[in-house]
C-alpha cells in the first residue's frame, strides 16, 4: 500500500505550485496527509460521501473527490482555494494519486507474483493470468542471478541492483529470504552464458565499489518462459552453496559450469564416508590430517595438470624438493599424485571432505 509519507509528499508539491490546500483521508474521515492543519472536516461527512454513489461534491468553498483503485473508493481528497480552478486542481492531484496508487500496488504484486512463482507456489493457469495482468511478458528469455552477502542482508544491495536493473527493460528484483537478493534477468536471443558472467562480475564488483559489499553471486540456466523461472532460481541456489563450498575463492558461480562438484553436493553423507573409509582405511593420513602447504602443495599441482617442474617454479621450490613432497603423500596416503588414476581419487577426496565438512558446520 502507498505510505502518507508518499502523499504527502505529491500533494505538497503540488500545493507548492497551486497553492490550493489539499488533505487526503481514509473512509472513516481520518486524515492521512494534508498540506494545511487548519483542516477540521466532520468526520461524518466524509464516511457519508465516501458511501454515496457520486464521485465527487463541493461544499462551500471544499471540493471532495473519491480516489479510486479498480473502481472502489480508496480515500477521500479534500481541496480548498478561493479560486475557479481549486476543482481541476483537485482532479489532477486524484488523477496523480491514483496512478501512484496503481504504481505501487503494481511494484508490490510484481514481487509477490515473481516471490510466490520462486517457490512454486503457483498454479500454471495463475502464472499466465497474473503475468498479462501485470504486464509482464511471458516467453522471454530470462535468467535467474542470486545475489548473496557475507552478512546480513540490509536494503543497500537491492537499491543498488533496483538502480541497475529496472522493469523499464524488462529485469525485476526480489527477495524470498533476508540473506540474498534475486535479479530476474531479461535477455536477448543472441546473449550466452559468457554475458550473464560478464553481469554477475559487474554486479560483484560494483557492490564492492560503492557500498563496500562482498558478495557472492550465482546464476542458473536460460529459460524462455515464466513458468521455468523456479528452475533456474533453484539451479542458482545450488549453484551458490556448491561454490561456497568447493569454490570458495570465486565471487561468480555458474550452475553450468558445476561440474563434479553438483555430483557430490547430492551425495548422501553416508555414501561419502564410505568413500573416504574405502580409499583411506588404515592409512595413517586422511585429506582432513593435511597441513596447510601439503594442501597448497597439492592444488597447485593439480592446477599445473600435474606438471612437477611448473609447479615447483610457482611455489619456489627445487624440483627435488616438490618431488619429496609428493613421496611424503604418498606414503602416508598410499595414493601417488603424479598418476592421473591417483591424482583423479585424491582430488575427489578432498572435495568429499569438504562437503562432509561444510554438513557438519551447518548443524551447528
Known amino acids: ?19 490550493v490546500n489539499l488533505c487526503v483521508m481514509n473512509l472513516n474521515g481520518e486524515v492521512v496527509a494534508e498540506t494545511d492543519e487548519a483542516y477540521n472536516l466532520d468526520k461524518a461527512l466524509i464516511t457519508n460521501f465516501a458511501a454515496s454513489p457520486v464521485d465527487s461534491q463541493v461544499i462551500g468553498d471544499t471540493h471532495l473527490l473519491k480516489i479510486l483503485d479498480e473502481g472502489e473508493p480508496l480515500f477521500v481528497l479534500a481541496a480548498q482555494g478561493k479560486g475557479e480552478d481549486t476543482h481541476v486542481v483537485a482532479k489532477i492531484c486524484v488523477s496523480q494519486l491514483q496512478n501512484l496508487v496503481i504504481a ?9 507474483f ?6 512454486d507456489n503457483m498454479l500454471l493457469i495463475d ?15 530470462r535468467v535467474i542471478l542470486l545475489i548473496e552477502t557475507s552478512g546480513d542482508m540490509d536494503n543497500t544491495a537491492s537499491e543498488l541492483l533496483s538502480g541497475m536493473y529496472t522493469s523499464q527493460t524488462g529485469d525485476y528484483v ?18 550466452s552464458y559468457e554475458d550473464i558472467e560478464k553481469i554477475a562480475t559487474t554486479i560483484v564488483d ?20 515464466l513458468k521455468d523461472l523456479s528452475k533456474s532460481y533453484k539451479e542458482a541456489k545450488m549453484a551458490l552453496e556448491v561454490g561456497k563450498i568447493f569454490y570458495a575463492e570465486k565471487r561468480v558461480t555458474a550452475y553450468n559450469t558445476l561440474g563434479i562438484g553438483r555430483l557430490i553436493y547430492q551425495l548422501p553423507v553416508s ?7 574405502e580409499i583411506f582405511g588404515g592409512k595413517e593420513t586422511l585429506p582432513s590430517d593435511l597441513d596447510e602447504e601439503t594442501i597448497n602443495t597439492i592444488n597447485k599441482f593439480f592446477e599445473n595438470n600435474l606438471n612437477v617442474s611448473e609447479t615447483s617454479r610457482e611455489l619456489f621450490v627445487h624440483r627435488n624438493t616438490l618431488v619429496y613432497r609428493i613421496e611424503k603423500l604418498q606414503k602416508s596416503t598410499g595414493l601417488d599424485i603424479r598418476t592421473f588414476d591417483d591424482a583423479l581419487t585424491f582430488k575427489i ?5 569438504s562437503y562432509m565438512n561444510y554438513l557438519e558446520s551447518q548443524q551447528y
Open 271 to 277: 555414501l561419502c564416508k564410505m568413500f573416504i573409509e
Open 127 to 141: 502464472i499466465y493470468n497474473r503475468a498479462k495482468k501485470l504486464r509482464i511478458e511471458a516467453v522471454v528469455p
Open 206 to 225: 560494483m557492490m564492492n565499489t560503492e557500498a563496500m559489499l562482498n558478495v557472492r553471486v550465482a546464476f542458473g540456466t536460460i529459460v524462455g518462459e
Open 1 to 19: 500500500m502507498i505510505s502518507s509519507q508518499v502523499i504527502k509528499t505529491s500533494i505538497s508539491e503540488l500545493n507548492a505550485i497551486t497553492k
Open 114 to 119: 515473481f516471490q510466490n512463482l520462486m517457490l
Open 174 to 191: 526480489t527477495a524470498v529470504d533476508e540473506s540474498s537478493v534475486i535479479l530476474i534477468k531479461s535477455l536477448s536471443e543472441s546473449d
Open 104 to 112: 505501487y500496488k503494481e511494484k508490490y504484486d510484481r514481487n509477490n
Open 349 to 353: 577426496a578432498l572435495m568429499v571432505e
